[in-house]
């Protein structure tokens, strides 16, 4: 079976990633990790994807600085994330722990389920092949 990331390679996956400074919309108060506006990018039928992606804090090289995020790292949240995709809300909050009652829980799940339409576009043909690969 082919892993998350043999099929970046395959399937021609790159990513550019820019330090943004903002925290994720999830967490609440002082965030010490890194964020970054992340753009995949495919060869092939030249697809393109941006997506804001966190990291926590302990993603530095040895001098500190943080480090970059890679194509396969990012692929494979997004992935992990759609594995999810196509249930109920209600079904969903069972798996994820969340309250049904929640407004912020439904924000998440409708942002997943949007996220993964357009992780639908962006791979195409070979969503699935990536959605059951090797995960990292």
Partial sequence: MSTTTTLVRDFQISLTAKQISEPPPWHEGAYAGQGWDCKLIRRGPNRSMTVKFWMGPAHVDAKGYPKKPKADEVLDCLLSDAS????????????????????????????????????KAFLGAQYEQFLYADRL
């Avoid at 309250?99 to 997943?112: G, I, L």
């Fill in 84 to 119: 999810s995709a196509g249930q109920t809300f209600e079904d969903w909050c069972g798996d994820y722990g969340y309250d049904t009652d929640s407004r912020r829980a439904y924000a998440t799940w409708e942002a997943v389920e949007q996220q993964t339409a357009r992780l």
